[in-house]
């Protein structure tokens, strides 16, 4: 499965030649999800993530392009080996690009940098800038063609990160004509690929397996058109995809043998970011069987590696898989902790669903909540999903609503919801303060006020005991007997006879 290096012959090519031919070449590996090919084709120019690609003696539409190329490959190469800023450095050059367009008037390729720029706000899940980036950009591409069709397959994984699976299904069923133009191999995959997962996702919001059935034909479609590109790495993707699929079908064998086939390819190429995916769906399908204990210890390899990546709305699917292996084996309040970690890392990257889904799980997998921790995670779910398009969302979220029902409190301003939600960084001596204030109070409780009786509980003398209280804790001073003003004792003259 070893691919060729690329090559270029340079000989009768002017320097601005053989730097466009490069990029073309470049962006073509990329397609391949070859990341090695693309460095050595692109080695006079520019030596990799986080370095800047030497564009002297170029003219300025080249340079433009070589900015673009390396931009485009610093952002996948950086979410491959989870190299950390890259997505902030392909923004650098991507906007260098930009700025040379834009002042030319080239608006077709400065709508396409754009496009990429959204993309890379998509890999570190910052879902909205994404999805707004990108809505400008297609006001600004031609109505057909391959970039086109890429900008729209982008909008699509925003759309799909949101849970707005339905809009996603709207986008590639309407610009059906767009995709069906195009003839580039890579593209017409992702096209197959994308309405496989869309059909997957409604039939398990719509609970109708045979929209599974139309998810297997188009992911069989997708592997067709991969298998004709050699394009080993994406289509090691669509078998990931495929085996959730067959995990819903209950058809556990064929879903463990997809797996199998695509972590081996995912693991050869050394993607990391595709290998935690595929561990993920894997914690799923364990889940499915029965196999908790593996589903944890493979979901925790997950989020280590998807952590690392920086990708937090695929950290927070991974957590929510191991919490609920977590709970399923007793460990509730382990679960809890991790439940925490996935909603925070959903509410940083704006994925306000995927938080939603977290505390939703919370709900129906740890049984030994607090009352205000649980009214905080209806009313927080509650809200976070509020757009959610998935029927299967909404009856879950009924059937929490009669869990809550048994523990009715008063309602939680939105503010003391999240707070108890979202842990906080932790500030030791307010810890302590508030660990001594209730060890006080219940001291002073025991022993009915007198701060005598309570400063031998707490190891204290009475003057430091009562100095405590009305400096550190003044609101304990009505837990306290009143304090009692000691008359001073006359003193008396001494007499002597004379």
């Keep these: 499965m070893k691919l060729a290096s690329p090559r270029l012959d340079a000989t009768h090519l002017s320097r601005d030649e053989e730097a466009l031919s490069r990029c073309e070449i470049a962006l073509e590996q990329r397609d391949n999800e070859t990341p090695q090919g693309a460095l050595e084709i692109m080695r006079p120019l520019w030596r990799g993530v986080g370095t800047q690609p030497d564009t002297k003696g170029l003219q300025p539409e080249t340079s433009a392009y070589v900015f673009f190329c390396t931009g485009v490959l610093t952002g996948w190469i950086g979410a491959r080996h989870q190299i950390k800023d890259a997505q902030e450095s392909a923004r650098d050059l991507l906007t260098e690009s930009i700025t040379y367009y834009e002042s030319n008037n080239c608006k077709r390729e400065a709508a396409e940098a754009q496009s990429e720029i959204a993309y890379c706000y998509w890999r570190e899940g910052r879902v909205n800038e994404a999805r707004i980036m990108l809505l400008e950009a297609l006001e600004r591409l031609p109505p057909t063609g391959l970039k086109r069709a890429r900008a729209l397959l982008k909008l699509v994984d925003v759309e799909h990160s949101a849970a707005r699976h339905y809009d996603a299904l709207k986008l590639l069923t309407e610009n059906r004509p767009v995709f069906a133009s195009v003839r580039y191999l890579p593209v017409k995959a992702s096209y197959h690929n994308e309405l496989a997962i869309t059909w997957g996702t409604i039939g398990t919001a719509e609970n109708q397996p045979d929209y599974f059935q139309r998810a297997l034909a188009e992911y069989k479609a997708a592997e067709h058109q991969l298998k004709l590109a050699k394009n080993y790495v994406y289509c090691a993707s669509v078998k990931n995809n495929e085996a959730r699929v067959l995990t819903k079908l209950r058809r556990f064998k064929e879903s463990h043998k997809h797996l199998d086939q695509a972590r081996t390819i995912t693991v050869r190429f050394k993607d990391r970011t595709r290998t935690a995916q595929i561990d993920s769906s894997r914690a799923e399908l364990l889940i499915s069987e029965g196999r908790f204990k593996d589903a944890e210890t493979v979901a925790r390899r997950a989020a280590t590696q998807l952590e690392k990546a920086g990708h937090k709305c695929w950290l927070a699917d991974a957590l929510i898989l191991q919490a609920i292996a977590q709970a399923r084996l007793g460990k509730e309040a382990r ?85 108890i939600l979202l842990a906080k960084p932790l500030d030791i001596e307010r810890k302590l303060l508030e660990y001594e204030h209730d060890l006080i109070k219940q001291a002073l409780m025991q022993s009915d006020g007198k701060v005598s009786h309570a400063a031998k509980l707490v190891g204290k003398t009475y003057q430091g005991l009562t100095h405590m209280i009305a400096h550190k804790h003044p609101d304990l001073l009505k837990y306290r007997t009143p304090v009692r003003r000691r008359r001073p004792r006359k003193q008396g003259r001494s007499q002597s006879s004379i």
């Design 335 to 419: 679960a809890q902790v991790t439940l925490q970690r996935a909603m925070e890392a959903a509410h940083e990257a704006d994925a306000l669903n995927r938080a939603g889904l977290a505390a939703l799980t919370l709900i129906e997998e740890v049984d030994r909540l607090s009352p205000d921790t649980l009214q905080a995670a209806y009313q927080q779910a509650r809200e976070w999903l509020a757009n959610t398009q998935s029927l299967d969302v909404l009856l879950r979220l009924n059937a929490a609503a009669g869990k809550l029902a048994a523990s009715v409190r008063r309602e939680l301003s939105r503010d003391e919801a999240v707070d």
